[in-house]
């Protein structure tokens, strides 16, 4: 882990929407499914469960938000809540049960860290709600991307002139930046961005409370095979053994995409996309006997008290990604 010593505070910014696929991490599906859990499909039975992605949707629209159908959600009753408490109102899309979920509101702190070049992103997550991929299952072969930060574009002068403050303007003389171009969810995102050297991240299901109350009522649900006394057992008391935070391993080939994006129905973006692309790992599954997916990095005991979740990237790289994409603004699509 990078010494954070010597850090200098740069500033906050209000995140448009913020996506972390726990789901997609091989790493945690294994740690589940050795504590009894059986991951990773939607539970169309009481013994299948979805592991939780985080989604925040705090700004960025514009047009009016659509209603998200139950089938995309953890449902409040999975969670033993009533929706109103969570300020959900119920209505129906195309017959099918749907919500109108509140703003959810994110912000991130920017900084940089002098002493190793470094800029850090550390996550506040003030307000969010939980999904799951009930349709797809969890394809986690088919993933490179697994944590999204979109913010506002506007902020790219900003966050650029303000880092520029703190670059040694002999670490750019170099650095070059080749631009691709990529497009998600079946064509509705178009982006342009740089890959920027990952130094440093770590995010904790478990520190999101919501999360973790659907994994302790997960648990009686679920039992945990006792060898000694043959016989299956719950596994409330193994909640606590759990690790559920995924630290950056070097060995992996991980990397951010640092440019800009622009999705159907929200203004365009500057987005930071935690990815990686090997080498690939293999568990015993229990939709199917082995699964083979990306790794995503090392998973390590968390208490839940810091919170914590941040990703730290190359301060250069960083800084020339965002000078490099904002040109191809112009050349995102409009509505």
């Known amino acids: 882990m ?6 200098e505070w740069v500033n906050d910014y209000p995140v448009d929407s913020l996506q972390m696929y726990f789901s997609a991490s091989l790493e945690l599906q294994e740690e589940l499914i050795k504590h009894g859990f059986q991951v990773p499909r939607s539970r169309d039975s009481k013994i299948k469960m979805p592991i939780p992605i985080i989604y925040a949707n705090f700004q960025g629209w514009v047009k009016s938000r659509e209603a998200i159908t139950i089938e995309r959600l953890i449902p409040p009753e999975w969670l033993n809540l009533d929706p109103k408490s969570l300020g959900w109102q119920e209505t129906k899309v195309k017959n099918r049960r749907a919500y109108y979920l509140p703003p959810d509101e994110v912000f991130v702190r920017i900084r940089v860290i002098k002493s190793v070049n470094a800029v850090t992103l550390n996550l506040n997550v003030r307000s969010y709600h939980i999904e799951r991929t009930s349709i797809r299952g969890i394809n986690p ?3 490179n991307n697994w944590v999204m930060i979109y913010i506002n574009h506007q902020y790219i002068d900003d966050i650029a002139e ?7 303007k002999r670490y750019l003389d170099g650095i070059g930046c080749k631009v691709e171009y ?14 920027v050297p990952v130094r440093d ?5 478990g520190c999101f409370d919501l999360a973790w109350r659907y994994l302790n009522i997960e648990a009686e649900e679920h039992c945990r095979w006792n060898p000694r006394l043959k016989l299956c057992t719950n596994i409330n008391a193994a909640l606590g053994e759990l690790k559920l935070r995924l630290r950056y391993d070097p060995s992996l080939q991980t990397y951010a995409k640092v440019g800009v994006a622009k999705i159907v ?3 365009p973006q500057i987005m930071v996309k935690l990815s990686s692309e090997g080498p690939l790992k293999t568990i015993n599954g ?31 790289r960083f800084y020339i990604a965002l000078k490099s994409t904002k040109e191809y ?7």
């Not at 991240?201 to 299901?205: A, G, I, M, V, Y």
């Open 286 to 316: 229990i939709i199917k006997q082995q699964i083979r997916g990306k790794a995503r990095g090392s998973l390590t005991y968390c208490d839940h008290k810091a919170k914590q979740q941040f990703l730290i990237l190359d301060l250069p």
């Open 329 to 335: 603004l112009n050349k995102l699509p409009s509505d």
């Open 201 to 205: 991240f770590s995010f904790c299901l």
């Open 265 to 267: 129905g929200k203004r």
């Open 182 to 195: 990529e497009e998600q969810q079946g064509g509705k995102e178009k982006t342009y961005f740089c890959r």
């Open 162 to 168: 303000l880092l520029e403050k703190y670059l040694d």
């Open 2 to 7: 990078l010494n954070h010593n010597f850090i």
């Open 141 to 143: 072969e088919k993933w």
